[in-house]
């Protein structure tokens, strides 16, 4: 297990892979059970369209299938993803709430304010779990959550444009279409690329603000790049093939 320096803050990176929340659309809708699950996501999706004109599902209506985070403790830093294929959703959020509470890290995420951290306050309530002190707090400078503030950019183009490999694509274009096909490994393979692409984000964010100096950076870079360089999983070793051909 990681074990914390005693000087240096642990920074945990995460992120969310989502699919509808079916039970919940036919909870609210009250569709019949004869009626095909995917029928019942693309009336909430039309719905969603109708209302706003935007694609994708309201946040209350997503249900999340994978959790991945990043974990930098002093000098040792990994990437888990949490439970298995066959972990439900509230089990995969507990994972993520203990490890908060186990490290007091600074947690950051992707567009976290616009997306993931509402998200992850939605299920937990849904799933009548406690959120990890101090996350209930609105001022997010106190509760020690520190989103990256890119909620308009996609993660996978502003990593190219950093000079980060490019996230791998779920076949069949969308995590429900791969849910559906059976293929949560690959939704969570992806998950584990995005944590860490976020964490890798992070360290650029905190370079450009001047909290972190050029060879800390650095240095960090490429102790996270030793640990992908380490994994046997056929998608770090996708990534790491990818890096070794980019600049990040």
């Keep these: 297990m990681l074990q914390a320096g005693p000087t240096v803050t642990p ?19 009250g569709f019949a059970a004869d009626i095909a699950d995917s029928d019942v996501a693309e009336f909430a999706l ?23 985070w990043t974990l930098r403790l ?15 959703e509230a089990a995969l959020l507990q994972a993520l709430f203990d490890q908060v509470a186990q490290h007091a890290p600074c947690v950051t995420s992707w567009s976290g304010a ?18 990890p002190p101090h996350w209930s707090a609105e001022d997010t400078t106190q509760s020690g959550l520190a989103p990256l503030p890119y909620a308009t950019v996609p993660l996978d183009d502003m990593a190219r444009l950093c000079g980060f490999p490019a996230l ?19 939704i969570r393979a992806r998950c584990d690329i995005e944590a860490m692409a976020t964490y890798l984000l992070f360290l650029r964010d905190r370079l450009v ?20 360089g380490r994994q046997a999983a056929p998608h770090w070793r996708d990534f790491l093939a990818a890096w070794s051909s980019t600049q990040g």
């Design 114 to 131: 616009a997306f993931a951290l509402p998200l992850l306050r939605y299920r937990a309530l849904i799933n009548g779990l406690t959120l």
């Design 209 to 228: 603000q001047g909290t972190l100096g050029t060879a800390d950076y650095h240095d960090s870079v490429a102790q996270a790049r030793g640990w992908v």
């Design 46 to 68: 039309q719905r969603q369209r109708a209302r706003s004109g935007e694609d994708g599902m309201p946040l209350h209506l997503q249900r999340i299938v994978a959790i991945s």
């Design 168 to 186: 791998p694509v779920v076949a069949g274009g969308t995590p429900w279409e791969a849910y559906r096909a059976g293929r949560l490994g690959e």
């Design 11 to 29: 920074i945990l990176a995460f992120a969310l892979a989502t699919i509808p929340d079916v039970a919940g659309i036919r909870t609210l809708y």
């Design 74 to 88: 002093g000098d040792e830093i990994a990437c888990h993803t949490g439970g298995d294929a066959n972990t439900d």
